[in-house]
């Protein structure tokens, strides 16, 4: 394996770590725009404002280890995208700003609490809508991104993605929400989540189904060699799906582990993390754009291991520290076990 | 719209979100050594005091650093999103120098500012100590990479041109180009004053208003006390960095800054500058200061003109010029204000001389203005470069419509405005509610009181 190589894998745990992690603050924030009660929404407003803004730290990490690791995706991709990146930083800021503001003033949430909603959703759907337009491929000349603003659409597919996102980050809050919550906050959770499951499965299997008639993908000869990873990832994806429609569970019979959900959906998170990449493998920015032909020089690789990716571990570390100090139910409300 | 109007767009763009993002690090730099000051003083003395203030300043600590981090992220996409081709060319340097800043510095602020916000009661004083004094760390080590960063695009080493891409050759080269070592200084320093006219300003408030005095005699004394050192120190740091970097790696810029059309031992003051001359619009001369300003008190030496630098290459005068001269007028001003403050020090009325209060009430932004000055300075001084000398700035942008860019910029105004906006009102109500408990109350402890601020103002 060559340094490039190492140092994607790198590139792709920020990218893993950050839509697990922002990915149920997100979805809980879409989840909001759909709850009536106040008390409710103040709880999901609670238990979003512990950490998200470490959730997202992972996003600068990861615009980082992929610029300093592989300059070119970064010239190329993010102008390539820029008509929908830009609405996905806007949204970030204003949501983290009014989910601050929320609780300062009576009466604020009213104001704050929609756009914080708002800017949840838009962000979810910028995300899916940019990793839409990036598989189905982009045109590359030289160092430069070669097509119009809109060339990412690709005829609307672009547009499946993104609502794919929004119902897998959907499914991630509604996870989250069963196993930090209780009563009726969990129940309404439980079947927000088995809807967006069932979503979530037409929008996975469409845009698996479309994505070579929207795109420029063409496989790499190796990647029939990689059928193991295909087969693992499409099984785990599915497998996950459907272990998260039965675990979420809105009447409460018998015994049963609140974490179930949380499970299924990192495997949904694992499955199509293995599927996109024993798809797209070598290829970065299809259809030209390589892990090997985007890679910084060795010495600059040589850097980024030793100097930064050594600190990964010492950062996850403490965060899972952080999530320890916060476990448990935020409901006062018993919960049967 | 042309391909020049979407390059303006995308420097207007980056200058504004450039600008909003070094408000919040230069006050929080500052900020966290106060931090580490109250709590070391606390320890010390067990005198609740301390901690009160401690608290009160972490407050406001606390929210310029999430601001600090949202409009962080938005300048790590713009890289990417505005300046791909500079992000291609220069991503084996500066991303990896950057990425380094978010490893080390980024990631250890963010770590240890939960403990530090969150952690009282959770975790003992030794340990309240460490994360203080990490979250500080982090703050300067954020500092200290950036400027590797930025002064490698003023002073470009250690690389080799690889099809137009710089790739790093010896790293000790680039981390400690030429510029380097003396902007570090100078920017570390100008956070530090800057959050000390910050820091004093606040205080002075609560003189004005007679409420808090002991935080309010605290705060201004640390805040004096420092600043009377550093703001001396920094004259002469500055004159350094011009001889030994502007003039040498820079000279447009210096000529830009100088602002004179004609070879003239006169000090150009104000102008209304002609970018490609043959003379100024206008302008206001002080005879003789040009030559003291070139280090002859004689009179005889002449300031070259801009003349000299083509019209092609000659960066635009008019944001030099008056850039430097609102980080130099500034300085000079908190020159003129800290030695004010040591003689009222010395003679005992530092803490009832009303009319300097309000004077350093009114100066509270001024060592932020002065930190947007230089850069203006030190960025447009660099133009028509984006490296130094090596890859022009309109060959470094991203292929985008000028429609594209004037929407995102449009947006991001408002939004940077509605954030100023609340940011503003946040600490101006942090500051009217004042610190939370009565402890701060003038008590019959003032007189131990004084002697703990004795000991914290080592300057004085």
Same mark, same amino acid.
């Given at each position: 394996?060559?340094?490039?190589?190492?140092?994607?894998?790198?590139?792709?745990?920020?990218?893993?770590?950050?839509?697990?992690?922002?990915?149920?603050?997100?979805?809980?924030?879409?989840?909001?725009?759909?709850?009536?009660?106040?008390?409710?929404?103040?709880?999901?407003?609670?238990?979003?404002?512990?950490?998200?803004?470490?959730?997202?730290?992972?996003?600068?990490?990861?615009?980082?280890?992929?610029?300093?690791?592989?300059?070119?995706?970064?010239?190329?991709?993010?102008?390539?995208?820029?008509?929908?990146?830009?609405?996905?930083?806007?949204?970030?800021?204003?949501?983290?700003?009014?989910?601050?503001?929320?609780?300062?003033?009576?009466?604020?949430?009213?104001?704050?609490?929609?756009?914080?909603?708002?800017?949840?959703?838009?962000?979810?759907?910028?995300?899916?809508?940019?990793?839409?337009?990036?598989?189905?491929?982009?045109?590359?000349?030289?160092?430069?991104?070669?097509?119009?603003?809109?060339?990412?659409?690709?005829?609307?597919?672009?547009?499946?993605?993104?609502?794919?996102?929004?119902?897998?980050?959907?499914?991630?809050?509604?996870?989250?929400?069963?196993?930090?919550?209780?009563?009726?906050?969990?129940?309404?959770?439980?079947?927000?989540?088995?809807?967006?499951?069932?979503?979530?499965?037409?929008?996975?299997?469409?845009?698996?189904?479309?994505?070579?008639?929207?795109?420029?993908?063409?496989?790499?000869?190796?990647?029939?060699?990689?059928?193991?990873?295909?087969?693992?990832?499409?099984?785990?994806?599915?497998?996950?799906?459907?272990?998260?429609?039965?675990?979420?569970?809105?009447?409460?019979?018998?015994?049963?582990?609140?974490?179930?959900?949380?499970?299924?959906?990192?495997?949904?998170?694992?499955?199509?993390?293995?599927?996109?990449?024993?798809?797209?493998?070598?290829?970065?920015?299809?259809?030209?754009?390589?892990?090997?032909?985007?890679?910084?020089?060795?010495?600059?690789?040589?850097?980024?291991?030793?100097?930064?990716?050594?600190?990964?571990?010492?950062?996850?570390?403490?965060?899972?520290?952080?999530?320890?100090?916060?476990?448990?139910?935020?409901?006062?409300?018993?919960?049967?076990? | 719209?042309?391909?020049?109007?979407?390059?303006?767009?995308?420097?207007?763009?980056?200058?504004?979100?450039?600008?909003?993002?070094?408000?919040?690090?230069?006050?929080?730099?500052?900020?966290?050594?106060?931090?580490?000051?109250?709590?070391?003083?606390?320890?010390?003395?067990?005198?609740?005091?301390?901690?009160?203030?401690?608290?009160?300043?972490?407050?406001?600590?606390?929210?310029?650093?999430?601001?600090?981090?949202?409009?962080?992220?938005?300048?790590?996409?713009?890289?990417?999103?505005?300046?791909?081709?500079?992000?291609?060319?220069?991503?084996?340097?500066?991303?990896?120098?950057?990425?380094?800043?978010?490893?080390?510095?980024?990631?250890?602020?963010?770590?240890?500012?939960?403990?530090?916000?969150?952690?009282?009661?959770?975790?003992?004083?030794?340990?309240?100590?460490?994360?203080?004094?990490?979250?500080?760390?982090?703050?300067?080590?954020?500092?200290?990479?950036?400027?590797?960063?930025?002064?490698?695009?003023?002073?470009?080493?250690?690389?080799?041109?690889?099809?137009?891409?710089?790739?790093?050759?010896?790293?000790?080269?680039?981390?400690?180009?030429?510029?380097?070592?003396?902007?570090?200084?100078?920017?570390?320093?100008?956070?530090?004053?800057?959050?000390?006219?910050?820091?004093?300003?606040?205080?002075?408030?609560?003189?004005?208003?007679?409420?808090?005095?002991?935080?309010?005699?605290?705060?201004?004394?640390?805040?004096?006390?420092?600043?009377?050192?550093?703001?001396?120190?920094?004259?002469?740091?500055? /004159?350094?960095?011009?001889?030994?970097?502007? =003039?040498?790696?820079? @000279?447009?810029?210096?000529? +830009? *800054?100088? %602002?004179? &059309?004609?070879?003239?031992?006169?000090?150009?003051?104000?102008?209304?500058?002609?970018?490609?001359?043959?003379?100024?619009?206008?302008?206001?001369?002080?005879?003789?200061?040009?030559?003291?300003?070139?280090?002859?008190?004689?009179?005889?030496?002449?300031?070259?003109?801009?003349?000299?630098?083509?019209?092609?290459?000659?960066?635009?005068?008019?944001?030099?010029?008056?850039?430097?001269?609102?980080?130099?007028?500034?300085?000079?001003?908190?020159?003129?204000?800290?030695?004010?403050?040591?003689?009222?020090?010395?003679?005992?009325?530092?803490?009832? /001389?009303?009319?300097?209060?309000?004077?350093? =009430?009114?100066?509270? @932004?001024?060592?932020?203005? +002065? *930190?947007? %000055?230089? &850069?203006?300075?030190?960025?447009?001084?660099?133009?028509?470069?984006?490296?130094?000398?090596?890859?022009?700035?309109?060959?470094?942008?991203?292929?985008?419509?000028?429609?594209?860019?004037?929407?995102?910029?449009?947006?991001?105004?408002?939004?940077?405005?509605?954030?100023?906006?609340?940011?503003?009102?946040?600490?101006?109500?942090?500051?009217?509610?004042?610190?939370?408990?009565?402890?701060?109350?003038?008590?019959?402890?003032?007189?131990?009181?004084?002697?703990?601020?004795?000991?914290?103002?080592?300057?004085?």
């Amino acid at each position: 394996m060559r340094l490039s190589d190492g140092w994607m894998i790198a590139v792709v745990l920020c990218l893993a770590m950050y839509i697990v992690l922002d990915g149920y603050d997100l979805g809980i924030g879409i989840m909001t725009l759909f709850d009536r009660d106040a008390a409710r929404r103040r709880e999901m407003h609670g238990l979003v404002a512990w950490l998200w803004d470490g959730n997202e730290s992972w996003l600068v990490l990861l615009a980082l280890s992929l610029w300093s690791g592989f300059p070119l995706v970064t010239g190329t991709a993010l102008a390539a995208l820029y008509v929908v990146l830009f609405p996905m930083l806007w949204s970030l800021i204003v949501r983290g700003v009014s989910l601050e503001l929320i609780g300062q003033h009576d009466g604020w949430h009213r104001v704050w609490g929609p756009i914080f909603g708002i800017g949840s959703l838009l962000a979810a759907f910028c995300q899916g809508a940019a990793f839409g337009g990036l598989v189905a491929g982009l045109p590359v000349h030289g160092a430069n991104f070669a097509g119009g603003p809109f060339t990412f659409l690709h005829h609307g597919y672009a547009v499946l993605t993104g609502l794919t996102a929004v119902m897998l980050y959907v499914l991630a809050g509604s996870a989250w929400l069963y196993l930090k919550t209780a009563g009726q906050t969990q129940r309404r959770a439980a079947r927000t989540g088995r809807l967006a499951v069932i979503l979530l499965a037409a929008g996975t299997a469409a845009s698996w189904l479309l994505a070579p008639i929207a795109g420029s993908v063409t496989l790499d000869p190796g990647a029939t060699a990689r059928l193991p990873v295909w087969i693992a990832g499409a099984s785990l994806l599915a497998a996950g799906l459907a272990y998260a429609f039965f675990s979420f569970r809105p009447e409460s019979r018998g015994p049963r582990f609140d974490a179930w959900p949380t499970f299924a959906a990192l495997a949904v998170y694992a499955g199509g993390l293995m599927l996109t990449g024993g798809l797209l493998y070598p290829t970065v920015v299809p259809p030209h754009v390589t892990v090997h032909s985007a890679a910084s020089p060795h010495s600059s690789l040589l850097f980024l291991t030793i100097g930064v990716g050594l600190i990964i571990p010492v950062i996850l570390t403490y965060q899972t520290f952080g999530y320890w100090v916060f476990r448990g139910k935020t409901t006062e409300e018993a919960t049967p076990v | 719209m042309s391909h020049t109007t979407m390059l303006d767009l995308s420097r207007w763009q980056w200058a504004l979100t450039a600008a909003f993002h070094v408000t919040f690090p230069a006050i929080t730099v500052g900020t966290s050594i106060l931090l580490i000051v109250c709590y070391a003083m606390y320890m010390r003395t067990d005198d609740q005091a301390w901690l009160t203030m401690f608290r009160f300043w972490r407050q406001i600590f606390g929210i310029g650093f999430a601001i600090g981090v949202v409009s962080g992220i938005v300048l790590t996409f713009e890289f990417g999103l505005n300046w791909g081709r500079f992000a291609h060319d220069v991503g084996p340097i500066i991303g990896v120098m950057i990425a380094m800043e978010v490893g080390w510095a980024f990631f250890l602020e963010a770590g240890f500012l939960g403990l530090l916000v969150y952690g009282e009661g959770r975790i003992g004083r030794r340990m309240m100590m460490f994360a203080t004094c990490m979250v500080s760390l982090g703050t300067v080590l954020s500092v200290t990479w950036i400027m590797v960063a930025n002064s490698w695009m003023q002073t470009p080493a250690g690389y080799k041109r690889v099809h137009g891409q710089f790739q790093p050759i010896n790293w000790v080269d680039v981390i400690f180009n030429p510029s380097f070592g003396i902007r570090f200084a100078h920017m570390l320093l100008a956070a530090l004053i800057a959050a000390g006219f910050f820091i004093a300003g606040i205080s002075s408030w609560y003189f004005l208003k007679r409420r808090h005095l002991p935080l309010a005699r605290r705060g201004l004394s640390i805040a004096l006390g420092v600043l009377a050192v550093l703001v001396p120190l920094q004259g002469y740091v500055g /004159s350094e960095q011009v001889t030994t970097y502007v =003039l040498k790696y820079k @000279p447009a810029e210096a000529l +830009a *800054i100088a %602002g004179l &059309w004609k070879p003239s031992t006169g000090y150009s003051l104000i102008e209304i500058p002609r970018q490609n001359g043959p003379k100024n619009i206008w302008q206001l001369t002080i005879p003789w200061y040009g030559s003291e300003v070139a280090g002859d008190l004689s009179g005889n030496t002449p300031t070259p003109p801009l003349s000299l630098v083509p019209n092609k290459l000659r960066p635009k005068v008019l944001p030099i010029f008056y850039g430097f001269r609102v980080m130099f007028f500034g300085w000079l001003l908190m020159l003129l204000a800290v030695i004010v403050g040591v003689f009222l020090r010395l003679r005992g009325r530092l803490y009832d /001389s009303r009319w300097f209060h309000r004077l350093l =009430l009114a100066m509270t @932004p001024l060592g932020i203005f +002065a *930190i947007w %000055g230089g &850069w203006v300075t030190a960025e447009e001084g660099r133009q028509p470069w984006i490296v130094n000398g090596q890859l022009p700035t309109a060959a470094a942008v991203s292929p985008l419509h000028a429609w594209s860019v004037l929407t995102s910029f449009t947006v991001l105004v408002a939004i940077y405005l509605t954030l100023l906006g609340t940011y503003v009102w946040y600490v101006a109500r942090a500051v009217r509610q004042g610190p939370g408990d009565s402890v701060l109350g003038d008590s019959e402890t003032t007189a131990i009181r004084s002697q703990a601020l004795a000991e914290a103002a080592p300057a004085s």
